[in-house]
């Protein structure tokens, strides 16, 4: 209940009473209207809205208020910059300066609404987060008690003016009363509504009805029309626009009112006297002295020297009056801590190219005015004033916003600043001023014209000589320089621009920046970026029924190309434990029966292979205590085989040859089985004295064998011991391979063989090749035997057994206590063979059946 | 008590004999222990005998002679072992191993020349010629001496044509695409494949028989050691 009965507002949530018609926070009508008429623009505090601001701006704001503390410091310097000769506007600074209230004429001050300055002295302290964008200085507001008395009862309300803040000022400390115009009246009056017909005073409406021409007039919205915007729309509105003077050089920039009081003049060309009564009783006394003084003004102005007229306002007199020390320059409304605009030298980066350029304190958009010498709504061309009204509504080309950021572009009137056309036209500096001639041309001949009666500060303009003359400035040429593309693509609520879709083909001439002198780089258009979120578009599959059904198949397809197929195996006889165990057990069993029992009734066989013949034969063959070379190569673990197959044949050998016996070994461990050789079977032969010589290992393979072949005495010159062997009486003149009566090759490898048969046989000649080996390498020897190249094999225990039996006379026996288990072992083996392979051959057979069944 | 060293040896050797049998049970560790026992006694055995009847009486106890009687012109003779030495020792260090593959460089060329002229000489044409002279001199002989050489020769020269055709790949691609050798190499190596499993066959059964001898000796050596030590006892 208590809710009801209060009042919130809606910018700062403040609860106001219900009868409060302001916030007493925010000081925002709580009528929820935005504005109206004559309503003082709030001022606000934007300090929320500092982040989002550039980088630049913010630096230079920073830089701005530094200098706005030296500014308060020193306020007389800050006040009184040095003006230059040609700054028109110096005028305007004198008065700010001196604070004459008498030097502002009365119609300007009412014009706008505002109250007078002594009441700024009762408005309250400026919010410490104020914005220099946002408020002016108290001092701005100081020439609003200069409204002329006629005008003054315009003012709706004098107690409005006590809380008019520091933007009223501004404009009131605007030269141009187009300015003036845009002041609002006050914050108690009624809201302003944009109707056509509401936006002018009436007294213009008279005259415009007077003229009969006020359908003709063009529509307010190109003058007052973003004055009525709402200030949550544009936050900073208030504070930019109104803080930046709106000095146009071209007429369309003239307020509606006099546009039609140069329509009027127009309409009556140098007749003063169809403008007298045009202007009625409405007509304020000094328009009417002005008119009176028409005659007058050509004639000053061909002198060429500025007139003060009595006719001429006060404080058009003033402002026109030259430049003096007790005068001081313009300067932009007093600035407050952080007044960019407060002088040419505290001025940001980015202004100061154009400062510098003009090298006075004159902001870029009043040496524009200045260059273009007259204002256009001050030269009062006939020709314009008959201009279609979409032309006269057309935006002001505002020199004053080329350097301005594009927030404060933003808050400006928008149809004022972006409606230009954006045509490639040169910059600021390219483009050719406003002659004086013109202006004087249509000062002297424009009889016609309103103020055919110059300012002092205008006539100054026109006569200064440093400009050149030139032809007219096109708007468009101004409007397209003056807005860079990155500051149009930044612009806001472009879009809702009438026109703006022309900037889309903006093919701007960048004159600043790393981009000067190009054109068309910097797209000015809406789509430079994005203005919404990109839509979301979902990444799913959309199908329909057939599709997924075919998706299906294809899915089928490849599972049964991927899916492994299954492959039958036959089942095979595994090697059974039990089985390998079983076999184990019989053969040791058979094997330790046999040893334990050293049992003989197993017989030898009788007949005797011719390989073995030839090998008995050829040992037997050889002289008397004849050096024979023995070359052993087997391991240690076929020493058990070979034992048993060379022992009878080195027993036979020893017994009736009395052989040298010279060993060498080709392989690591021969050596060591020599002496087990020679210590274990021919045991006894050792013990009776019998010696022999072990030349230990021979190094190198097949090229210790070719080398030893070649010369044994250098391969092997000592002997196991290290003795010098070749000096030995087993070797007494045995110089070569072939001075050796025999070799005899014990190996249970068959490589072992082939070397030495292949290594030596060049070298050994005629001298025969015995080869006792082991059973596994007998039949890769037996190719050797039938070449001729060995004379004789003794292979395993079985050629060992028959030489012992048949040739030694069952000695050393060693062979045939070997033998039962032998011929047991092997007896089993040709069982176990035969029976796995009749296992699986039946196997087999019974598989066969199924198999075809199955087909 | 007084171990004899035949008593050690038997027991070491009945010892690692059932170790080495266990194999029979599956992998276990007397298995391992005994194989690696065998590997590293057989290893440094190796390494011994290389050293002591290798390097000592080539290679370093000439050098020391030399320098003993100072006649150094017998040096020459030592600077390429000891330099083959030297490189091959650089093998210890990977940034100087490439060093070594100077000497095994000469290593192997000499030994691949050795052995493919060992080969052509002592082994392809005396194999040759023997089976092309193995019908000389039976047409001098009786007839039934000259029927015995002819088949003997007969299937040594058929045993040895029809094993070289069943190595014979070469073929013929058809016109499907196939490739099939000719008739008459199929047929040969189908022989070829009779002659080759036979040899195969023997040496498998020499395989066996050296194996069997082996464990006869292994069985015989136990019972021997057993039957002393009861006997002795």
Redesign the interface.
């Known amino acids: 209940m208590k809710m009801a009965n209060t009042v919130k507002c809606p910018l700062c949530g403040t609860i106001n009473p219900p009868d409060q018609k302001i916030c007493q926070n925010c000081q925002t009508p709580l009528s929820g209207e935005s504005f109206q008429p004559g309503q003082a623009p709030i001022r606000k505090d934007t300090g929320e809205l500092e982040p989002i601001l550039p980088e630049w701006l913010r630096d230079a704001r920073e830089t701005a208020k530094q200098s706005g503390m030296e500014e308060r410091l020193n306020p007389p310097e800050q006040n009184q910059p040095a003006a230059s000769p040609t700054d028109f506007l110096a005028g305007l600074q004198s008065q700010t300066a001196a604070d004459d209230d008498e030097e502002v004429p009365d119609w300007l001050a009412s014009i706008t609404g505002v109250s007078k300055p002594k009441a700024r002295t009762e408005e309250p302290a400026e919010p410490t987060g104020a914005r220099w964008v946002e408020t002016g200085r108290k001092d701005d507001f100081q020439q609003e008690e200069d409204t002329p008395d006629w005008l003054a009862g315009l003012q709706p309300s004098a107690g409005g003016a006590e809380k008019k803040d520091e933007l009223t000022s501004d404009w009131d400390n605007a030269s141009s009363p187009f300015q003036n115009s845009f002041q609002p009246l006050s914050e108690l009056e009624p809201p302003f509504t944009p109707s056509a017909s509401d936006d002018t005073p009436d007294w213009l409406k008279q005259m415009a009805a007077d003229a009969g021409e006020m359908k003709s007039e063009p529509a307010p919205d190109a003058t007052l029309d973003w004055f009525s915007q709402p200030p949550a729309a544009a936050p900073s509105a208030p504070t930019a626009e109104s803080a930046t003077p709106f000095v146009s050089s071209a007429e369309s920039q003239a307020p509606d009112w006099l546009s039609q009081l140069q329509a009027d003049a127009a309409a009556s060309p140098g007749s003063q006297e169809s403008f007298a009564p045009a202007a009625g009783s409405d007509t304020p006394d000094w328009l009417s002295k002005l008119q009176a003084d028409m005659n007058t003004g050509p004639q000053e102005e061909e002198s060429g020297q500025p007139a003060y007229t009595v006719d001429s306002p006060d404080w058009l007199q003033d402002l026109g009056g030259p430049p003096s020390q007790d005068a001081a320059p313009f300067a932009e409304p007093a600035p407050a801590e952080s007044e960019p605009f407060a002088s040419d030298g505290e001025l940001p980066s980015w202004l100061a190219p154009e400062e510098s350029k003009k090298s006075d304190s004159t902001p870029i958009w009043l040496k524009d005015n200045s260059s273009a010498d007259t204002p256009a709504w001050l030269s009062a061309d006939e020709a314009k004033t008959q201009q279609p009204a979409q032309e006269i509504n057309a935006p002001p080309v505002d020199d004053g916003l080329i350097d301005m950021p594009d927030w404060l572009k933003s808050a400006a009137p928008e149809p004022m600043v972006f409606e230009q056309p954006a045509q490639p036209a040169p910059g600021i500096e390219a483009a050719p001023p406003l002659t004086a001639a013109a202006f004087t041309d249509d000062a002297t001949s424009g009889s016609d014209d309103l103020f055919t009666e110059m300012p002092d500060w205008l006539s100054n303009a026109v006569e200064t000589p440093s400009i050149p003359a030139a032809e007219p400035v096109s708007q468009e040429a101004l409007a397209s320089g003056s807005l860079p593309g990155w500051l149009e693509a930044m612009r806001p609520m472009e879009q809702t621009i009438p026109g703006s879709a022309s900037l889309m083909s903006d093919q701007t001439l960048e004159q600043r920046g790393a981009l000067a002198g190009l054109q068309g780089v910097l797209p000015a258009g809406a789509g430079f970026a994005p203005t919404s979120k990109p839509k979301a578009y979902s990444n799913k599959l959309s199908v329909d029924d057939e599709q997924l059904k075919h998706a299906g198949i294809f899915e089928q397809i490849l599972a049964a190309e991927t899916a492994p197929e299954v492959l039958s195996t036959e089942k095979t006889l595994g090697a059974s434990r039990g089985l390998r165990w079983a076999i184990s057990a019989i053969l040791i069993g058979v094997i330790l029966v046999t040893s334990f029992m050293g049992s003989q009734f197993l017989s030898v066989p009788i007949g005797v292979p011719n390989e073995i013949a030839f090998a008995v034969s050829v040992a037997q063959a050889i002289p008397e205590n004849a050096p024979v070379l023995v070359a052993m190569d087997y391991d240690a673990s076929r020493a058990g085989e070979m034992e048993a197959a060379a022992a009878p044949l080195f027993d036979n050998l020893i017994l009736f040859k009395h052989p040298r016996l010279t060993f060498v070994a080709s392989n690591e461990a021969g050596s060591i089985l020599t002496e087990r050789f020679m210590n274990g079977p021919l045991a006894f032969h050792v013990q009776n004295g019998v010696t022999y010589l072990n030349l230990g290992y021979l190094a190198g393979g097949q090229v210790g064998i070719r080398s030893f072949a070649q010369n044994p005495a250098a391969a092997m010159p000592v002997d196991i011991t290290g003795q010098p062997a070749w000096t030995l009486p087993m070797l007494q003149d045995v110089k070569s391979l072939n001075q050796f009566a025999l070799i005899i090759l014990v190996t249970d490898d068959a490589d072992a063989a082939r070397d030495w048969i292949e290594q030596t046989q060049s070298a050994r000649g005629v001298v025969p090749v015995v080869a006792v080996a082991s059973a596994q390498a007998a039949p890769l020897i037996q190719p050797y035997y039938d070449s001729g190249q060995v004379a004789g094999v003794v292979s395993g225990l079985y050629g060992g057994a028959i030489v012992e039996r048949q040739y030694n006379s069952g000695r050393p026996g060693t062979s045939r206590g070997y033998w039962d288990a032998y011929s047991i072992g092997m007896a089993l083996a040709l069982v176990f063979t035969l029976g796995g392979g009749f296992i699986n051959w039946g196997l087999g057979m019974r598989k066969q059946p199924s198999a075809k069944g199955g087909k | 008590m007084i171990f004899s060293l035949d008593l050690v040896t038997g027991a070491l050797s009945l010892l690692f004999t059932v170790m080495i049998?266990s194999y029979?049970?599956?992998d276990n560790p007397l298995f391992k222990v005994a194989v690696y026992l065998f590997v590293g006694v057989?290893s440094g055995?190796?390494a011994t005998?290389?050293i002591w009847?290798?390097l000592?009486?080539?290679l370093f106890?000439p050098t020391w002679n030399i320098i003993q009687t100072g006649d150094y012109s017998r040096m020459i003779l030592l600077a390429a072992p000891w330099l083959g030495f030297a490189f091959i020792l650089m093998k210890i260090s990977p940034r100087l191993a490439g060093t070594a593959r100077i000497t095994m460089a000469y290593?192997v060329g000499?030994?691949a020349a050795?052995?493919i002229v060992?080969?052509l000489?002592?082994?392809i044409i005396?194999?040759i010629?023997?089976t092309v002279n193995f019908f000389d001199g039976a047409i001098s002989k009786p007839a039934d001496q000259m029927l015995e050489i002819a088949l003997s020769g007969g299937v040594?020269l058929l045993g040895t044509v029809t094993s070289l055709a069943y190595f014979h790949f070469g073929a013929r691609q058809k016109p499907d695409g196939s490739a099939k050798r000719a008739g008459v190499i199929n047929l040969l190596a189908w022989v070829g494949r009779v002659f080759i499993g036979s040899?195969l066959g023997?040496?498998f059964?020499?395989?066996?028989?050296?194996a069997?001898?082996?464990?006869?000796?292994?069985?015989?050596?136990i019972?021997?050691f057993l039957?002393s030590i009861f006997g002795r006892s």
Do not use: F, H, W
Not at chain 2, 205 to 210: E, I, K, M, S
Not at chain 2, 212 to 221: C, G, Q, Y
């Open positions: 049998l029979l049970i599956g057989a055995y190796a005998i290389v009847q290798v000592m009486p080539k106890l290593l000499v030994g050795v052995t060992g080969a000489t002592g082994t005396p194999q010629e023997a040594i040899a023997a040496v059964a020499g395989v066996y028989a050296a069997l001898t082996a464990l006869i000796e292994r069985i015989a050596s019972v021997g039957m």
